[in-house]
């Protein structure tokens, strides 16, 4: 039986949300469902109007003079001596393994790092990429260090997929992202709701690794800001901590702005693009004992339009082609298509270039000048 969440889960007041004339929501979805509603011209764009990207606190003040590496371990101190309960979601990329080296090298020890694996058509492991060549080896060496913690692996089955699809289209398409094969971990809830009892009985924490900085320069100075985008829709996921920023992050997310703004090349600072701040970037994991390096460093321009059905990664691909290598897989995704068609056909100012399958448009939280602190 899967039971469907519609309301906000948490422990934390300082979630991310969309504010719709004055209400919350954390679907954008139906955030943006809710303030079509509110239009009252035929100008397409009024919609843009009615909805904003909130992030509910800010970073400003000087370089802090601790080192990253230290800040990391100070961050997973902190979640460890504030909740009864920590669970890393890994996946076996960059950003969840930095979170759990940090944990690591901070000498506490998390109670669960949890995965869900996902089958949307047939099961066959070896569309599940990252798992398989990253965290298969980041949890080897974790049950040496940790020999007492929960390590747990949720499936995602192809009747799940197909039950959402037949029985809570609107749901589904509320907390994913547009790519047919998409889920997050609040369908893992749903799904396994005994999650959610231990949670409610136990302070928890789901710590996920969390948000891009996105940082540049105008005329009043460096400020930093949110897209929507990376996180991934989940914004109503139960229970979550992301590590690298929220409120109680001000150190850590001031050092790596500061890191950020001395790697940009000086020759640009009197007008600079705005840039992502990935912190799987290699110039951000100083702090790591393991010995080799895992990940290698990339330059991006910020960008708010990235995703959707198009995106073209390994990942994605590989998920797709098990999506259609059964007949309840290829039924799953064609009801999703038409689904997304149907919106496209409503409501193409929604996304970008006009057409579903370059994902919704991003939408920015306001900039921060995080160096105006005085």
Same mark, same amino acid.
């Given at each position: ?33 809710? @303030?079509?509603? !509110? ?66 090298? @901070? ?7 949890? +995965? ?38 949720? *499936? ?19 907390? +994913? ?23 409610? +009985?136990?302070?928890? @924490? ?11 320069? *105008? ?56 840039? *992502?701040?990935?912190?799987?970037? *290699? ?26 059905? !198009? ?5 994605? !691909? ?24 149907? !919106? ?31």
């Amino acid at each position: 039986m899967i039971n469907k969440i519609t309301s906000k889960l948490s422990n934390r007041s300082d979630d991310p949300y969309y504010d719709v004339d004055g209400e919350i929501h954390y679907s954008k979805y139906q955030a943006l469902c809710k @303030a079509q509603s !509110l239009c009252v011209t035929p100008d397409p764009n009024e919609v843009w109007g009615h909805i904003k990207f909130v992030v509910p606190y800010e970073h400003k003040g000087p370089e802090p003079s601790q080192s990253l590496r230290e800040l990391y371990m100070e961050r997973a101190r902190h979640i460890r001596q504030n909740n009864e309960y920590v669970r890393i979601w890994g996946s076996g990329g960059a950003d969840s393994t930095h979170v759990i080296l940090a944990f690591k090298e @901070a000498g506490v020890v998390p109670d669960e790092i949890a +995965t869900y694996i996902q089958y949307p058509g047939i099961i066959d492991l070896s569309q599940n990429i990252e798992v398989n060549n990253g965290l298969r080896e980041v949890v080897r060496q974790a049950r040496q260090w940790w020999p007492k913690v929960k390590m747990k692996t949720y *499936d995602i089955l192809p009747e799940h997929y197909n039950w959402y699809v037949e029985n809570a289209l609107e749901h589904w398409l509320s907390y +994913t992202e547009l790519i047919p094969q998409a889920l997050n971990w609040q369908m893992v809830y749903e799904i396994y709701p005994e999650l959610i009892e231990n949670d409610q +009985t136990l302070k928890t @924490a789901n710590i996920y690794s969390g948000p891009n900085l996105s940082m540049g320069r *105008d005329a009043t100075g460096w400020y930093y800001m949110f897209i929507d985008k990376p996180f991934n829709e989940q914004l109503n996921a139960p229970f979550q901590t992301f590590f690298f920023s929220d409120s109680d992050t001000d150190k850590m997310s001031l050092k790596m702005l500061y890191t950020m703004k001395k790697s940009l090349d000086p020759s640009n600072r009197a007008q600079y693009d705005q840039h *992502d701040l990935m912190v799987k970037d *290699d110039t951000l994991l100083e702090y790591f004992s393991i010995g080799t390096k895992m990940f290698a460093q990339k330059q991006r321009k910020g960008r708010n339009d990235s995703g959707g059905i !198009l995106c073209s990664d390994a990942k994605s !691909l590989l998920r797709f082609g098990n999506a259609i290598s059964s007949t309840m897989g290829q039924k799953t995704v064609i009801k999703l298509l038409a689904k997304y068609y149907e !919106l496209h056909q409503r409501f193409p100012h929604w996304f970008n270039n006009g057409h579903v399958v370059h994902d919704y448009i991003g939408l920015c939280s306001k900039k921060v000048y995080f160096e105006k602190y005085q």
